[in-house]
């Protein structure tokens, strides 16, 4: 966001000249909430600017008695209103204060919005880079599985993704569907002989739920798995027993 005076708008009222307020910038927006949150500290000097993520990131870190502000070049523009949000949580976490309410809201309302989240994605899907390994793994094949769970469940009416077993054996994140790239990714630790193929089926079948119910964004706030999305999750049949198995992860 540029700190020069923008160029003036004027108007009449009742012959009167008057000109519209000039935008702070980003370090006066920082600056007042900082104040607000810290009115007897010593201030440090903001140096902020927009920076090419792959994603919406924000974040902040002290040197020496300076404040490194790194956003997401997808936030420049924002209302000023949301950057004095921003500048409120990235501060309130920087010193462990509360985040008021109002603004965690005026910020997810801003991320939820159609603009910002087509960007997000534009962006995710120019500048990330996802590492593709193979469908085919040593015991299992995802796309003959995801054909077979195609017919099976979807009457054949999903198109395929990108399939592949993650590079990493992962325990903590099994799978995930990654919309930017049109890719599902499952945990190469159940390409095993000791995994059921129903483990597998249904990891498999929750990512092409993804496929079946993008992301909601209600009041604000992302929805990723929907009323219907889990309606739909509880049609799995061996659902009781892939809970028991993944349990001994």
């Known amino acids: ?16 000249l008057t000109h519209a307020p000039r935008p702070r910038s980003l370090a006066e927006i920082f600056a007042t ?36 502000v790194r956003l997401s070049d997808v936030l420049e523009g924002a209302p000023e209103s949301v950057l004095a949000a921003i ?13 008021e309410a109002a ?24 500048r990330g880079r996802k590492r593709i390994s193979s469908a085919r793994g040593h015991v299992y094949d995802l796309d003959e599985i995801f054909d077979e769970l195609n017919q099976r469940f979807f009457q054949g009416l999903l198109g395929r993704p990108v399939l592949t077993w993650s590079a990493q054996r992962a325990r903590r994140l ?17 390409d095993t002989a000791q995994t059921p193929r129903f483990a597998i089926e249904y990891l498999l079948y929750h990512e092409m739920l993804h496929l079946k119910h ?36």
């Open 33 to 68: 909430e900082y104040r607000a949150l810290r009115p007897r500290a010593p201030m440090p000097v903001f140096e902020i600017r927009f920076y090419r993520f792959t994603s919406v990131n924000t974040t902040i870190r002290l040197r020496e008695g300076r404040a490194l």
């Open 174 to 190: 099994l799978g995930h569907y990654d919309a930017a790239h049109n890719t599902i990714v499952v945990s190469r630790v159940f």
């Open 87 to 99: 500048a409120h949580i990235l501060l309130a976490k920087l010193y462990r204060k509360p985040i």
């Open 103 to 126: 603004h965690a809201l005026r910020y997810r309302k801003h991320l939820g919005s159609a603009s910002i989240t087509e960007r997000a994605e534009q962006v995710r899907r120019s």
């Open 214 to 249: 993008p992301v909601l964004v209600r009041g604000g706030r992302r929805c990723v798995h929907s009323r219907e999305f889990q309606q739909d999750e509880k049609r799995f049949p061996d659902l009781d027993k892939v809970k028991e198995f993944l349990k001994t992860l």
């Open 1 to 16: 966001m540029s700190n020069s005076l923008p160029s003036q708008l004027d108007f009449f009222s009742d012959d009167v």
